[in-house]
């Protein structure tokens, strides 16, 4: 069999497949070995999610069909991979919400995988592009499903199993394309349209200009957006930009959003905004900037009150109709995003190979001995791991199918 990228997918699937006795040829158009990998987490690699619910690994998930990753997630659980970077002997540590890293660099991680690999008796290309892909129906005799003949740098290529590991967009500097998407669609097999996800967001305008000075702030919120079924929140950390909103809780919140949509956030989640202005209102002679800043940042605080000359007084000269509009601003601060950052700074790609073209079972797709696994797949996770596990879980069950 053939795999097509050394990323997480593909090398897991290639280890995995090698080791259960199949001769494996993994190739990759980069010089680089699993970049993705290696800048992940801050280069200490958020390789998984302990928090994942395997009887509901969907909710965690979004795409055409969030429920089709069940079945590859239940069977190839966050344990199990753990399990193998005991094996390994990488030291780990939750930092957050399930959020398993290493103690040390993510260069253990792709260390481990390449040693499955070489397990496996895996053969490695690289750097090396593939050019014409024909299926013939005739096959090599391997395989009564035909066979898949490849044009690459370092020669011809046949196979009776293409798997598929290219990834998505996300972060073109270091070597994302879109090989898999086109390779989909050169069979007939329908792509879900890609876009970032887990993305910075941008806001244009003058609008935007005091709260630019706010780049560099981080603090928890909470953000949602949507209505009614639709409709998505988080309680998790923001950092302002000098362009827009980033952090982990407007990366989780932009894989939901839709161009147009506003963002309601929450400045100081779990408090009373309005009682405890009105109470401070009633014993203090303090400004109400400095009143203000027992419950946000200072620096927020006095944003906020610089935009409005009847906020700029002691709190308690202050109208009770300008304290609740500004509890109201704190509490339920409604955005409309003018975009995002595009796929430079996007960890994942949305979208990808439909999955109703795909077995939820195999990730064989309709057409034979084609396999699509990873992120080129229409399944994205939340922010913290879970990208990951799908990773190792849509190879696995690849892998195990043959």
């Known amino acids: 069999m053939v795999v097509v990228g050394a990323g997480a997918a593909g090398l897991f699937c290639a280890g995995l497949a090698g080791q259960r006795g199949l001769k494996v040829l993994l190739v990759d158009h980069s010089e680089k070995i699993a970049e993705k990998i290696r800048i992940s987490g801050g280069g200490r690699a958020n390789f998984t999610n302990r928090d994942l619910d395997v009887r509901a690994p969907q909710r965690h998930f979004i795409g055409g069909n969030p429920n089709f990753c069940r079945s590859a997630l239940s069977r190839y659980a966050p344990q199990q991979f753990i399990d193998l970077v005991h094996k390994h002997g990488i030291a780990y540590h939750e930092k957050h919400k399930g959020q398993l890293f290493c103690d040390g660099s993510s260069q253990q991680i792709i260390d481990m995988l390449l040693a499955e690999c070489e397990a496996g008796g895996v053969t490695r290309w690289q750097p090396c592009k593939l050019g014409k892909i024909v299926f013939s129906a005739a096959g090599d005799g391997t395989s009564g499903a035909g066979s898949y003949r490849i044009d690459s740098t370092r020669g011809p290529i046949e196979t009776p199993r293409l798997v598929v590991a290219t990834g998505g967009l996300s972060i073109p500097q270091i070597g994302a394309s879109d090989f898999g998407y086109r390779l989909a669609e050169q069979f007939g097999l329908r792509v879900v349209t890609p876009r970032p996800a887990l993305v910075p967001l941008t806001f244009g305008g003058d609008a935007w200009a005091p709260y630019a000075e706010l780049a560099g702030l981080a603090l928890p919120v909470r953000i949602e957006t949507g209505a009614r079924k639709e409709k998505m929140a988080f309680l998790e950390d923001l950092l302002f930009t000098h362009r827009g909103l980033s952090g982990p809780a407007v990366l989780q919140i932009s894989s939901y959003w839709k161009p147009g949509s506003p963002l309601t956030l929450d400045f100081a989640p779990g408090v009373d905004v309005a009682e405890a202005l009105a109470e401070a209102k009633l014993r203090s002679k303090k400004r109400i900037a400095n009143e203000l800043a027992a419950l946000v940042p200072s620096r927020l605080a006095d944003a906020w009150v610089g935009q409005d000359p009847a906020l ?44 109703r073209d795909l077995s939820s079972q195999t990730m064989e797709s309709k057409q034979p001995g084609l396999y699509f696994i990873g992120e080129v797949v229409d399944v994205t996770g939340w922010l913290g791991g879970y990208n990951f596990q799908w990773a190792w879980a849509s190879a696995h069950a690849c892998a195990t199918s043959f």
Request: charged share 25%; proline share 5%; net charge neutral.
């Open 312 to 355: 700029q007084r002691p709190i308690n000269e202050a109208a009770d109709k300008a304290l609740a509009a500004l509890a109201e601003r704190i509490a339920r601060w409604q955005i409309i995003p003018s975009g995002t950052e595009g796929y430079k700074k996007a960890e994942v790609t949305a979208g990808g190979v439909d999955t």
